[in-house]
């Protein structure tokens, strides 16, 4: 059983900056691959970022945040982090952390075993 909490969102203005943070609770932490997602108002939940708990499996990216945002985790903290730059103002959404027990990376959010309640991002132009 993995618990799942996000914090580091807020309100930012176009150009600006966040990092958003999600710790973990579970001894096993290190063996969970860790994705983010968002979900806008009217629109469907999207994968945005993702690591492998492997070094071979590597990391995935939206396009949409290609270049802006970096995934990364801290296994001896047991968080996992998203680092967000040049924010737009349609990177406003509720972004959530989730956790899947493979070393292989999914953008699906079905096969995310684990969520977290997520945190409101919200970019003003």
């Known amino acids: 059983q993995v618990q799942l909490v996000e914090s580091g969102g807020g309100l930012v203005q176009a150009g600006g900056s966040l990092r958003l943070s999600c710790a973990a609770s579970?001894?096993?932490?290190?063996?969970?691959?860790m994705g983010w997602f968002r979900q806008a108002p009217g629109k469907e939940r999207e994968s945005v970022a993702a690591?492998?708990?492997?070094?071979?499996?590597?990391?995935y990216y939206a396009d949409s945040v290609k270049g802006r945002f970096t995934i990364s985790r801290d296994n001896a903290k047991n968080t996992v982090y998203l680092q967000m730059n040049s924010l737009k103002p349609e990177d406003t959404a509720v972004y959530y952390c989730?956790?899947?027990?493979?070393?292989?990376?999914?953008?699906?959010?079905?096969?995310?075993?684990?969520w977290g309640q997520g945190t409101q991002v919200t970019v003003s132009s």
């Open positions: 579970g001894r096993t932490f290190s063996r969970y691959t």
């Open positions: 690591v492998s708990w492997s070094d071979g499996g590597g990391t």
């Open positions: 989730a956790a899947r027990p493979m070393w292989t990376i999914s953008v699906s959010q079905q096969e995310y075993d684990y």
